[in-house]
């Protein structure tokens, strides 16, 4: 059999502790070319870079794994990726991660990880994003390193190939302390937020983007949410149809059609 | 009756010849806060900045409409206004845009005009993300204001009130070459890239991303891509649940639970 190639990459940045996490789960299962950005990016969602140009650094290479860093968002690095680094080659997964921070429910939006993984499955390929709900730059990767694998591997041998994107949350705490994994849904919830107000050297007022997560279900047993408060990984697939079908036809005629 | 407080944000920038367009729309319903990026932010879909601090600019006052530059991404904008600026009074409506360029199908992700909308709408405020499938800078935005106009009132004064989130594209042209609005779901397609390279003065290799759309279903009737190819106005509601529900039921007891 051919040898698997595995793209990794990350919105924390090419050099942070997650990434050298997910490179450890990534070579257990082939060839590792990892993508990653020059700097920090989390939170940067799916935004691509349009008016500036992108540098690309090769930052490493041994027998198994090579490193490069890309001066875009998370999305820019799988696009270089796909349409450059390996254009015309089979790329098998995409593993996105591993991140210092959860990214469940509504975090799916804004996260860079996340990003990085759903532009991985438009290209045809499994993705799976992993982020560990700890935002330490020091945090202990053990479990998610160990679910990280399992989920993986199932993935990659299960019974049926799926072009499938992935959102894997891994509690803190040692792999004991966890209780297993459960495919969930998104939960419903939005950050409500508040601004640090300060005011720089020169007089000018300047604010820090603070928030909280307000939880809108947060007795449902069927959430990512409930799953992580409760020691469980959660999984939750991804789909990119934004479309509110529901609505859809709720507002047939109402334009005037 | 109480006026009504509109929220006009966009990726553009404050400045641009689109948000204009909007808040031209917008003043048609009430009062007008503007609260839009201080540089362009386009592409930068839901990306939220969470290691920088952000500064605030009351660019303009006059008795309708108040605009304010905030040197964050459109969802930056959109918290700052509601957690901030406007907080603890209602927000009848946000308009997000008139973007320069299409934000049909899997551009939804890419957006920072659906990003900051989308946003809009996590407030339980309907939102109306508005685009223009025209890129240039002095485009002609006045098939854009005159449908832009139609939908907006559609949302306040139509038989419910929903709290929706719409992507709202307008073809080019003037509206006499315009069929009428179309409410429709997300095209399915994606990007395809390629990569310029070139080497600046120090022989270091940058790239600028560039790519061509590939539409999956271009005979698809009921998509945005068709509407707008065909001359009509497209409408799609959005929602948020990124939860593949089709998927999760193929994946219980994958991973051993």
Redesign the interface.
């Known amino acids: 059999m051919k040898e698997r190639l595995i793209l990794v990459t990350n919105d924390d940045g090419y050099d942070s502790k997650g990434i050298r996490a997910a490179i450890d789960v990534a070579r257990r299962f082939g060839r590792v070319v990892a993508v990653a950005p020059e700097t ?1 990016q ?10 500036n ?4 650094r090769h930052v490493s290479h041994d027998e198994q794994v090579d490193v490069y860093a890309f001066s ?1 968002t998370p ?2 690095c799988v ?2 990726a ?3 680094l390996m254009r015309g080659r089979r790329i098998d997964l995409v593993i996105s991660g591993i991140n210092h921070g959860s990214n469940s429910a ?1 975090n ?3 996260s ?1 990880t996340m ?1 990085a993984a ?1 532009e991985g499955s ?2 045809g390929c499994p993705a799976v994003g992993l982020s560990l709900t700890d935002h330490s730059a020091d945090a202990d990767f053990t479990a998610a390193v160990l679910y990280g694998e ?2 993986v591997r ?1 993935v990659l041998e ?1 019974p049926e190939e ?1 072009p ?2 992935l ?1 894997v949350n891994v509690p803190t705490g040692r792999p004991e302390e966890i209780r ?7 939960n ?1 919830g ?6 640090f107000r ?1 005011e ?1 050297p020169r007089g ?6 603070t ?1 909280e997560f307000v939880n809108w279900e947060p007795d449902a047993e069927d959430t990512d949410e409930w799953a992580l408060a409760h020691k469980y990984v959660s ?11 529901r ?2 036809e ?3 005629g ?4």
Chains 1, 2 share one sequence.
Not at 53 to 56: E, K
Not at 190 to 195: A, I, N, T
Not at 237 to 244: H, K, S, V
């Open positions: 920090v989390s939170g940067m969602s799916q935004a691509i870079t349009m008016y140009p992108l540098y690309l875009g999305v820019d696009k270089m796909f349409d450059y509504v799916v939006l804004y860079g990003g759903i438009f290209y399992r989920v199932s299960g799926l499938l994107c959102n297993g994994i459960r495919t969930c849904r998104q419903r939005f950050w409500r937020e508040e601004f300060h720089d000018r007022e300047y604010f820090w983007l928030g999984v939750v697939p991804i789909q990119t149809d934004m479309t509110d079908y609505l859809l709720k507002l047939r109402r334009f005037g059609e």
